[in-house]
C-alpha cells in the first residue's frame, strides 16, 4: 500500500527517470493515468468520434513508451506532451487526409504588428457560441485549430506554445492571430 502511494507522489521527472532506467510498464501506468485524459482531450479535437480519439490516445502512449527516453527535460513534461501528442495528431491528420500541414514560418523581421497577450477578448473569440464555435473550429485547418485549443482552451501562456512549436515569441504570436481570423472568418460565414 505504503509502495503505491510512493509511486503516485513522485514528480513527473522522477517518475520519468525510472520508467526509463528500469524499462518499467507498471511506473508508467501512473503517468497514464497522470495525463490520459489531457491526451484525450487533445486527440479528441483532432478526430471525428470519440472512438477514434480513443485509438489516438493509446497509439500516442504506446508511442511515448518507446520515445519517454528522448525527454530531456528543457520544458516540463506536460508541455512536451502536449508537442509529443500535437505532432502525432497532425501527422495522423495528413495521412488519413492525404493533404500537407502548410507550416508557416514568421521571421521576427517580418512582423510589424505588436500584439497584447492580456487582452485575448477584444477580438470576440469568448463572444462566440459555443455549437456555432465547434462548427467553425472544424473549417479551420488542423495546425490552426491546435494552437487556439492550446491558447484558449487549455489557457497555455505565449512562452509555453514557444516551447511546444520550438519558434520565437513573435512567429507564436502571428500564428496565434491568422489563427484566430481564420476562427472568425470561418465563424462569420456560418
Not at 115 to 136: N, T
Not at 162 to 185: C, H, P, T, W, Y
Request: a neutral charge; glycine letters at 2%.
Amino acid at each position: 500500500m505504503k509502495l503505491s502511494f510512493t509511486k503516485k507522489s513522485l514528480t513527473d521527472e522522477e517518475l520519468i527517470g525510472r520508467i526509463v532506467r528500469n524499462n518499467d510498464a507498471a511506473l508508467f501506468e501512473v503517468l497514464y493515468d497522470r495525463y490520459a485524459n489531457l491526451v484525450y482531450n487533445k486527440c479528441l479535437g483532432f478526430s471525428k468520434s470519440e472512438d477514434e480519439a480513443k485509438d489516438l490516445t493509446q497509439d500516442v502512449f504506446l508511442k511515448l513508451f518507446v520515445k519517454l527516453s528522448s525527454f530531456k527535460g528543457k520544458s516540463k513534461f506536460s508541455t512536451w506532451l502536449y508537442a509529443f501528442t500535437y505532432n502525432h495528431c497532425v501527422n495522423y491528420v495528413t495521412r488519413t487526409t492525404a493533404k500537407k500541414i502548410e507550416k508557416h514560418a514568421v521571421e521576427a523581421d517580418n512582423i510589424k504588428e505588436e500584439f497584447d497577450d492580456d487582452d485575448d477578448d477584444k477580438d470576440g473569440l469568448y463572444q462566440m457560441k459555443v455549437d456555432k464555435l465547434k462548427i467553425a473550429l472544424e473549417r479551420i485547418p488542423p495546425d490552426d485549430k491546435v494552437i487556439i485549443l492550446l491558447k484558449y482552451q487549455d489557457q497555455l501562456t505565449i512562452k509555453e506554445l514557444q516551447d511546444i512549436f520550438d519558434i520565437g515569441e513573435s512567429a507564436v504570436k502571428m500564428r496565434l492571430k491568422r489563427a484566430k481570423d481564420k476562427l472568425i472568418n470561418a465563424y462569420n460565414h456560418l
